[in-house]
């Protein structure tokens, strides 16, 4: 699992080779890069890298139970969001943790449709008709078809 997080978050930054521990008392981690002697502080990386890694901590964490995710794309830079999600989806199954997040980005959604999990995943909508309020449930192919057919806005 280490190793499949410092390959994750080579999408950030290419030069990663490993994450060490900086300083013992207040604990802080760190990169050991390539081009570099001193391993770098976390805090001074991007929030989508700071984000990555505190889903994959609580993924540990959730093993073989649940975990919710509000906005679950926040800080994720769109271009990383196909490697993030997909490895999100990877872990969940090899740690049996069942996943619900939100979200109100169209494009998250679709991204996470699309990354080759559809069979794993299930989209919940929420509405109103009449005045009274629905919850609408599809299947990852069923979701798909809804956006790209129907057009139907899943957020």
């Given amino acids: 699992m280490h190793q499949s997080l410092v390959d994750l978050l080579k999408i950030f930054d290419?030069?990663?080779?490993?994450?060490?521990?900086?300083?013992e008392r207040p604990v802080e981690?760190?990169?050991?890069?390539d081009n570099c002697n001193e391993a770098i502080p976390i805090s001074s990386f991007g929030d989508g890298m700071k984000k990555t890694i505190i889903l994959a901590a609580y993924l540990l964490q959730a093993k073989d139970g649940i975990l919710l995710v509000d906005e679950f794309e926040t800080a994720i830079h769109?271009?990383?969001m196909d490697e993030v999600?997909?490895?999100?989806?990877?872990?969940?199954?090899?740690?049996?943790?069942?996943?619900?997040?939100?979200?109100?980005?169209?494009?998250?959604?679709?991204?996470?449709?699309?990354?080759?999990?559809?069979?794993?995943?299930?989209?919940y909508t929420l509405y109103k008709h009449e005045g009274i309020?629905?919850?609408?449930?599809?299947?990852?192919?069923e979701a798909i078809h809804a956006t790209d057919t129907l057009r139907l806005d899943l957020r």
């Fill in 78 to 80: 769109t271009s990383a």
């Fill in 85 to 123: 999600f997909a490895w999100m989806v990877e872990a969940a199954l090899r740690l049996n943790v069942q996943i619900f997040m939100t979200s109100h980005s169209e494009e998250a959604i679709n991204k996470l449709l699309r990354i080759g999990y559809k069979e794993y995943i299930n989209v």
């Fill in 133 to 141: 309020n629905y919850v609408r449930r599809l299947a990852g192919e």
């Fill in 14 to 23: 290419a030069n990663i080779k490993n994450i060490t521990i900086i300083n």
């Fill in 29 to 33: 981690y760190g990169f050991v890069l």
